[in-house]
């Protein structure tokens, strides 16, 4: 109790104005700002003493599974994996996606060490993240910004309601997304993709005439409500692009869900490898097999 007490008076301090905790009418503001740092600091360090207090078991849990994932990390990524970003970043892309829990990287690229400038905010906005999203284009010179909108979007569905409630933090990012109000259904949350897209084409137009930079606008849904498949990445968006029958036809797009190579079985020791004649056919047919659209994903995705 003693020490609840303790922490309460120096809260008090720090939070009311000090001519009113103490008397230092006769200190500078700078000297008053010194003493109130000092209080800060005392309090920080009061507070790292209640070993007690540090956490709960859910916390202990989290960390637990955290250093134990590092570890399995350090242990299957050896020192080649890190050689070729040590001393810089070249990303392929800028991704501005949502801070979602259930919007996975590793669904989006398999192996995203030094390959996508992730930028994460409630509502994959630029206007809330713009700094982050312009060193990427601007000073990693990535070729790509992929927005990421995602199915059942908390910052849809508050954006769409009477958010007045909200801090002023929540309420500043929910303020620069754009969707009718009483509509957080899908529609809505492709209107904010294409909105994102709409705002990067007006900020690195230059870039996008210039075949410098290529704007992609993509839904990730996990709830398979596009009809694509659960975990889905869709694109519905390319460079302001979100008509169904002209994404379409884009070459850019062709052959993007062609299924991946089978890998090649290894070969015993002491056998030859298969004569290549043998290998011909399998080849020919892997590449003649038909590629899916991949603007069927953003076929369900460009009407609004």
Known sequence: MKKILILAALAAMISAPLSQAVDLSGMSTAEQEKIRLIVRQVIREYAATLNDKQGNETAKALLKNLVQDNQQFMRTHKPEHFSHFLNSQHPRATVVTCSDSRVHTHALDASPDGDLFMVRNIGNQIATAEGSVEYGVHHLHTPVLLIVGHVACGAIK??????????????????????????????????NVNNQVRYAMGKYENEVLSGTLTLVGAVYDFKNEMGMGQGKLNIINVNGETDLARLAKM???????????????????????????????????????????AAHGGGHGGGH
């Open 251 to 293: 070459e850019l797009l062709q052959g993007l869900d062609a299924p991946p190579p089978a890998p090649a079985r290894p070969v015993r020791p002491g056998r030859r490898p298969p004569p290549a004649a043998h290998a011909a056919p399998a080849a020919a047919a892997e590449h003649a097999a038909p590629a899916a659209d």
């Open 158 to 191: 508050a954006a769409s309601g009477d958010y007045s409630a909200e801090s002023v933090p929540i309420k500043r990012e929910l303020d620069t997304i754009q969707i009718p109000k009483g509509d957080s259904s899908l529609a809505s949350i492709k209107i």
